[in-house]
């Protein structure tokens, strides 16, 4: 397995400390579905409000399968109603692409500039066969911030929750 570990630039429009979520699909997005996406979330963070109040917010896709959505607390804080909003429009993106956004048990790693995912389920027997070690790198989707996630989203699996595993 190719270990590198460099990353795509984490969204240059938006400051350290903006709020983010990430979704993570178990596969990549072909064509058509990125231009759902695209479009879907566009014209959600477009108009995305807290407490009636425009969010100052973007989006980006990584990898063809990993969305973050970013709010810049800055200027206006997203909050319980405004991030539920945006958990809905990521349900009903996942519903009309027939893709779960939400199954944290899928562990997105890199194998030669590409990424792969693999259920935590199986992750045992990939060790065992040497496919799956504490240098393949793995992204770190539980970061708030953006800060956190430019500086630690994909690390060897061995500097992660996963550690215990080997």
């Given amino acids: 397995m190719n270990q590198t570990t460099q990353t795509p630039?984490?969204?240059?429009?938006?400051?350290d400390d903006a709020q983010v979520w990430i979704y993570q699909a178990h596969v990549?997005?072909?064509g058509q579905?990125?231009?759902?996406v695209h479009e879907k979330l566009g014209a959600f963070v477009a108009q995305w409000k807290a407490h009636g109040k425009p969010l100052r917010a973007?989006?980006?896709?990584?990898?063809d399968q990993i969305l973050v959505l970013a709010a810049d607390n800055s200027i206006e804080q997203a909050s319980g109603c405004?991030?539920?909003s945006s958990v809905a429009c990521i349900k009903e993106l996942g519903e009309a692409l027939g893709i779960n956004f939400f199954d944290r048990l899928q562990i997105a790693f890199l194998e030669n500039g590409h990424l792969h995912t693999l259920p935590l389920a199986a992750l045992k027997a990939n060790i065992q066969s040497g496919y799956f070690?504490?240098?393949?790198?793995?992204?770190?989707n539980?970061?708030?911030?953006l800060g956190q996630l430019r500086a630690n989203w994909c690390i060897r699996a061995g500097d992660s929750f996963l550690a215990r595993f080997f």
Wanted: glycine share 2%; no cysteine; hydrophobic share 40%.
């Fill in 133 to 140: 070690s504490p240098e393949t790198p793995i992204f770190n």
């Fill in 58 to 63: 973007t989006y980006a896709v990584f990898y």
């Fill in 142 to 145: 539980s970061h708030n911030t």
């Fill in 33 to 36: 579905a990125l231009g759902i």
């Fill in 82 to 84: 405004s991030i539920d």
């Fill in 9 to 15: 630039v984490l969204i240059p429009n938006m400051p």
């Fill in 28 to 30: 990549p997005l072909n």
